[in-house]
């Protein structure tokens, strides 16, 4: 199967920057598009930016201007910069991707076990 590893949260101060980082593992499988979702406190999970395979990117209007999102294709990798964070970025972001598996061959959306961000006014 294939496995979603996350690093980067933490806590910032509001204005800071915070580079989230995750990488697909496992074997036999590609990775078409990739990207980060977040869970605020109290609200449901919503889509952050995703990055295709051929690099077309999509962000929420929230995060635009601000974040920027980007993929090591060789890695099975995507990254996402975060500038100017504000106390409503707070939130639990996950790392997703759409694969797909070989054998048997298969698609396969895969999540990752998140990561906190925390921002402080």
């Known amino acids: 199967q294939v496995q979603l590893g996350e690093s980067g949260g933490g806590l910032v101060q509001a204005g800071g920057s915070l580079r989230l980082s995750c990488a697909a593992s496992?074997?036999?499988?590609?990775?078409?598009?990739m990207g980060w979702y977040r869970r605020a406190p109290g609200k449901q999970r919503e889509l952050v930016a995703t990055?295709?395979?051929?690099?077309?990117?999509n962000y929420a209007t929230s995060v635009k201007g601000r974040f920027t999102i980007s993929a090591d294709t060789a890695k099975n990798a995507v990254y996402l910069q975060m500038n100017s964070l504000k106390p409503e970025d707070t939130a639990v972001y996950y790392c997703?991707?759409?694969?797909?598996?070989?054998?048997?061959?298969?698609?396969?959306?895969?999540w990752g076990q998140g990561t906190l961000v925390t921002v402080s006014s």
């Open positions: 496992g074997s036999a499988f590609s990775v078409n598009t």
């Open positions: 997703n991707a759409d694969t797909l598996i070989y054998s048997p061959y298969r698609p396969l959306e895969v």
């Open positions: 990055v295709t395979r051929n690099g077309n990117t």
